[in-house]
């Protein structure tokens, strides 16, 4: 592994709670979903779209993609979006070229057409989501394109791997707090970091895991989710993934809403 670090691995299993691969056994889609809705996507774009700033609420969407219920398109659209990147991949293999289409999905009314699944070529600096100053500054823009490759070599080792569950959620995590903080787009990065964590774990577990309530847990403490994610410094060359344990533990955390 050249990206993903293994580092706190050890420490990770010893904590890790082992009830936890009985309840995701126990997981069921909700009774409510049928082939043209599903609930649990319905929730966790939501939830991934408040993340950003988005204004509608979670029980709205439901209810606009359950019933057709129609909203103002402002609204809507880039949820939309969002949905339909959700259900691009759960009908496909995780690959660059699929990961790369599903942004095109996801920044289709956020970008223009020459940027979407297309790596970003200016620098970039993440900003805290309520006061708007400067939280990180990500890879710089020349290096996107190598770290990219090394990152997404080691994702297709993972993919490869027989993994033991605590582990798996281990790498989710990992390659979840990786790609932020490449940051390699220029929009859309937080949502199609939080569905390449979903679509990891349903490589390696099924498509139970699509049930998993990650997105909903991360904005139910969207506090934590943004301090854990800036806890590991300022600069991406000086990041220190050994202060990475309490983001890492917040994906196990959603196997109990």
Not at 90 to 105: A, C, G, P, Y
Not at 117 to 145: I, L, W
Not at 189 to 195: D, I, P, W
Request: a negative charge; one cysteine or more.
């Amino acid at each position: 592994m050249k990206i993903i670090p293994n580092i706190l691995l050890k420490e990770y299993k010893a904590t890790f709670p082992k009830e936890l691969e009985e309840k995701f056994n126990a997981l069921q889609d909700a009774e409510i979903s049928n082939d043209s809705f599903s609930f649990y996507t319905s929730v966790a774009v939501m939830a991934s779209s408040k993340i950003e700033g988005e204004r509608m609420e979670i029980d709205s969407y439901v209810k606009h993609k359950m019933l057709d219920i129609e909203y103002l398109e402002d609204l809507v659209e880039k949820p939309n979006d969002l949905y339909n990147a959700y259900k691009f991949a759960q009908s496909q293999k995780l690959t660059l070229n699929n990961f790369l289409n599903v942004h095109e999905i996801v920044s289709l009314h956020l970008l223009s057409e020459s940027k979407r699944g297309v790596y970003r070529n200016c620098n970039m600096v993440v900003m805290e989501h309520k006061t708007f100053k400067v939280q990180y500054e990500a890879a710089q823009s020349h290096d996107v394109p190598r770290l990219m490759r090394i990152f997404w070599e080691d994702l297709e080792l993972l993919l490869t791997m027989e993994l033991e569950f605590s582990e798996i959620f281990y790498y989710a995590s990992f390659i979840h707090i990786c790609f932020v903080n490449i940051h390699p787009f220029e929009d859309g990065n937080g949502r199609s970091g939080r569905l390449l964590e979903k679509w990891f774990l349903s490589e390696k577990l099924g498509e139970k895991a699509w049930f998993i309530q990650s997105e909903l847990n991360y904005y139910k403490n969207i506090e934590n989710y943004y301090k854990n994610l800036n806890n590991l410094g300022l600069f991406f060359e000086s990041l220190d993934y050994t202060k990475a344990m309490p983001f890492l533990k917040m994906l196990p955390e959603s196997l109990y809403l």
